[in-house]
Nanobody, 121 residues
Framework: QVQLVESGGGLVQAGGSLRLSCAASGSIFRINVMGWYRQAPGKERELVAGITSDGSTNYADSVKGRFTISRDNARKTMYLQMNSLKPEDTAVYYC???????????????WGQGTQVTVSS
């Protein structure tokens, strides 16, 4: 099993910044893709940003130029630096990792418990 612990959410004014962290632990041999998702009230969960094991990144159009995803493989931790926050960024943010427990073993997706980000206007 893999456990994901998210931190860094909170309340911030529009234009402000927050940095989210997602630390993975447990039966991890290799972490492949990592990503941040968010879900606002009444809306479906959406991909915010993703990062592969070699550092390639992709972003939702709505956050390009404002958010930066990164990872520290040694610490099994992923980050999301969020700048120029807008009220429409308000949501619960979830991290997801795809990892395997050993060489040649299958990969599975694991989700964090979510952290609330609230941006006031």
């Amino acid at each position: 099993q893999v456990q994901l612990v998210e931190s860094g959410g909170g309340l911030v004014q529009a234009g402000g910044s927050l940095r989210l962290s997602c630390a993975a632990s447990g039966s991890i041999f290799r972490i492949n893709v990592m990503g941040w998702y968010r879900q606002a009230p009444g809306k479906e969960r959406e991909l915010v940003a993703g990062i592969t094991s070699d550092g390639s990144t992709n972003y939702a159009d709505s956050v390009k130029g404002r958010f930066t995803i990164s990872r520290d493989n040694a610490r099994k931790t992923m980050y999301l630096q969020m700048n120029s926050l807008k009220p429409e960024d308000t949501a619960v943010y979830y991290c997801k990792v795809r990892s395997s427990a050993g060489w040649g073993r299958p990969e599975y997706d694991y989700w964090g418990q979510g952290t609330q980000v609230t941006v006031s206007s």
